[in-house]
């Protein structure tokens, strides 16, 4: 997998600036004050450092935006940066002017003179998680990154706090991966294989195949993959950071390629859909990273695994299918597949793991993008402590997050004539439509949410954070949310 880059934190040598090679980024807050190492590049390169703060250009810049002199005066480094930034940022500026370094470093060593900055953890943060390529399956030459270095006045104690964000950092490249990868690479059994190596972690792995599925009576997920070679799975991973309490429930939609089945989707485009295994991508990297940073917590991650294909053998519209429920389901349209995948997996999960809480992840609908466009994933709940906490922990992650209705009126929607239920309730209102028909495979004593991605999973243009591509959002928002939440 791709991996972030390793973060190195050292005591600040104000003498080690004007030999350091490669890039060297300095602080200069809104007031054009100067810290040490500023001032000492600025003695270095005969005050260039002052007079850029004086500039209009320094005056246009907002807190976390970064700006490069090139080949400076006294220095050995190529490139210095400049980052304006107070000593005490928020974390979002601290993660944004990371990013921005990740970008202006290219492939150079980076010495970044934080000194006494508030958040060096964060900046190193949002440094690791903008500098992600996804390049595996490019053949040229590919450059070696540069070391970086953190230049801190506690180097300990800033290594100690940003040792959790590294785990974040690995499982959003993990996410991010997987949610990348074409789909003749990640077919159902790689997939499933990659999840299965992170016991080497200390997570429990366990995996479903066919034959258990089919003994276990999940009928609305294995109907989704019959129309392909490639074999349905579920896979289970269990943390068990915590005491003897029930887990959380995390369940994520592992569709690996969506053809739209015999409803087959439009040609354009339809090679985006390799993303539509990006809530099985989110909840696979939120295990990892509570393995990697050692939750005091119990969280169990379901996915399901499956190809939607055209062919002979695959489910057609009209068809009827029975769920591990026991409910029967009008199959009217093939492309509304997720849906049926999630309502076997989240069954399994409470009946299995009788979990205090449960949260879906999907890459759900069309429809989500036209509400809330790439900047918010949606919310549907049944529940408003669990909604409330997920949100807020989605805001402090800067992941965008916004709630939708639900009600009986679009419940009424999924009435069918030959079935307990349709698995579509029509054009109109349709995310909340999927959203009640999740809803209808959820106990009624457990606390739920169903997320809806499609949105803000894999991007055509950079966020903040991330390149264009996946974006791994929701990684941070629910380790954040076990954090507050769950962890004693």
Same mark, same amino acid.
């Given at each position: ?6 973060? %190195? ?74 980052? /304006? ?6 974390? %979002? ?11 202006? %470093? ?35 030459? /590919? ?61 429990? @792995? ?64 339809? !090679? ?47 068809? @009827? ?75 402090? !992650? ?23 239920? /349709? ?20 106990? !009624? ?14 991007? /055509? ?28």
């Amino acid at each position: 997998m791709t991996t972030p880059a390793e973060i %190195q934190f050292k005591d600040v040598d104000l003498d080690g600036i004007a030999t350091a090679s490669g890039a060297v980024a300095i602080f200069l807050g809104a007031d054009g004050k100067i810290d040490a190492g500023a001032r000492k590049a600025n003695t270095l390169t005969r005050k260039a450092v002052a007079r850029f703060a004086e500039s209009e250009k320094f005056e246009k810049m907002a807190a976390g935006d970064v700006a490069t002199i090139a080949y400076p005066a006294g220095l050995t480094a190529e490139t210095l940066l400049v980052v /304006k930034l107070s000593r005490r940022p928020s974390s %979002q500026e601290a993660r944004k002017a990371g990013a921005q370094l990740a970008k202006a %470093q290219g492939n150079a060593d980076l010495t970044v003179c934080a000194g006494s900055i508030a958040r060096a953890d964060e900046i190193a943060l949002g440094l690791a998680l903008r500098d992600y390529r996804f390049d595996s399956h490019k053949t040229a030459e /590919k450059p070696s990154k540069g070391a970086v270095t953190f230049m801190v006045a506690k180097p300990e104690e800033v290594a100690k706090s940003a040792a959790p964000m590294a785990a974040i950092a690995e499982g959003v490249f993990f996410t991010r991966d997987l949610t990348n990868e074409p789909a003749n690479i990640l077919t159902t059994d790689d997939f499933a294989a990659r999840l299965a190596a992170m016991h080497e972690l200390g997570l429990e @792995v366990e995996i479903l195949e066919e034959d258990d599925l089919e003994r276990l009576g999940m009928g609305s997920l294995l109907c989704v993959g019959q129309g392909s070679d490639s074999p349905s799975k579920v896979v289970v991973m269990s943390w068990n950071g915590g005491d003897d309490e029930a887990p959380f429930a995390l369940v994520g939609k592992g569709v690996v390629f969506d053809t739209g089945g015999i409803s087959l989707k439009p040609a354009g485009g339809m !090679e985006d859909m390799t993303m539509d295994m990006g809530g099985a991508g989110v909840v696979s990297g939120v295990m990892r990273t509570l393995a990697l940073r050692k939750a005091k917590a119990n969280v169990v991650g379901l996915v399901g695994l499956v190809e939607n294909m055209p062919s002979g053998n695959a489910v057609r519209p009209g068809d @009827v299918v029975t769920s591990m429920k026991g409910d029967t389901i009008e199959v009217i349209n093939t492309d509304a597949e997720g849906r049926l995948v999630l309502a076997d997996v989240m069954w399994y999960a409470q009946e299995r793991f009788k979990p205090v809480g449960m949260i879906n992840l999907a890459t759900l609908t069309g429809a989500i993008l036209v509400a809330l466009g790439h900047e918010n994933a949606g919310v549907f709940s049944n529940s408003d402590e669990l909604s409330d906490a997920f949100i807020k922990a989605a805001g402090s !992650e800067g992941e965008g997050a916004w709630r939708m209705p639900m009600g009986k009126a679009y419940d009424d929607l999924l009435k069918s004539r030959v079935a307990d239920m /349709k698995n579509i309730g029509g054009r109109m209102a349709g995310s909340i439509t999927a959203a009640q028909f999740l809803q209808r495979f959820v106990k !009624e004593d457990v606390p739920w949410c169903h997320l809806d991605i499609a949105g803000v999973a894999s991007v /055509k243009s950079e966020t903040a954070l991330a390149p264009a591509g996946a974006t791994g959002w929701g990684v941070m928002a629910l380790n954040r949310l076990i954090a507050d939440k769950y962890e004693g």
